[in-house]
T-cell receptor, first 114, second 114 residues
């Protein structure tokens, strides 16, 4: 089954404790992206990757890091989480750079930073 | 940079009523337009898309959208809603040749009452 898998789905952590949200897709997609969803603000792009070893900032990259060492994986790293990073995070992928509007989304990861 | 406006933040309808959700984008060039749906507790799914050609686009579950270039609009419609259409709906746009970044609107929460 084609899917984008995120882990963990739910996480409560404390300020400053480094965490990683993993994302993996099994569709051989080149393009991957991270979004955060906040009430009244819709989805905002954090980082994206056009292909392996190619990443770039989205609209709200501050406080986040990503890496793309393998085509299927695109982890989101919060080096020192803060309460304003409490949000619902979605990983998404698409076939390639020409189809970035046709995204397959993961189930979401709800993060709470105390 | 492109932006997307969804002016209806919350819509409440009775079953069998007709639906129209507004979406306006700001960009003068060639765009690709999308509607995504997020059912309660689930991830986003692509509802329909417009790239070119017939400005009236039909999607899944009886939804359709009309691209009106002169009005920079891409409104979503459904003749008769069902309780199961209760969800949040997001309009999104990419600019052809503009890095293909997908920009979302802030979403419209639709509640369909029995």
């Amino acid at each position: 089954e084609a899917q984008v898998t995120q882990n963990p789905r739910y996480l409560i952590t404390v300020t400053g404790k480094k965490l990683t949200v993993t994302c993996s897709q099994n569709m051989n997609h080149e393009y991957m992206s991270w979004y955060r969803q906040d009430p009244g603000l819709g989805l905002r792009q954090i980082y994206y990757s056009m292909n392996v070893e190619v990443t770039d900032k989205g609209d709200v990259p501050e406080g986040y890091k990503v890496s793309r060492k393998e085509k299927r994986n695109f982890p989101l790293i919060l080096e020192s989480p803060s309460p304003n990073q409490t949000s619902l995070y979605f990983c998404a992928s698409s076939l390639d750079r020409s189809t970035t509007g046709e995204l397959f989304f993961g189930e979401g990861s709800r993060l709470t930073v105390l | 940079a492109q932006s997307v406006s969804q002016h209806n933040h919350h819509v409440i309808l009775s079953e069998a009523a007709s639906l129209e959700l507004g979406c306006n984008y700001s960009y003068g060039g060639t765009v690709n337009l999308f509607w995504y749906v997020q059912y309660p507790g689930q991830h986003l799914q692509l509802l329909l898309k417009y790239f070119s050609g017939d400005p009236l686009v039909k999607g899944i579950k009886g939804f359709e959208a009309e691209f009106i270039k002169s009005k920079f609009s891409f409104n979503l419609r459904k003749p008769s809603v069902q309780w199961s259409d209760t969800a949040e709906y997001f309009c999104a746009v990419t600019i052809t040749g503009g890095g293909n970044k997908l920009t979302f609107g802030t979403g419209t929460q639709l509640k369909v009452e029995l």
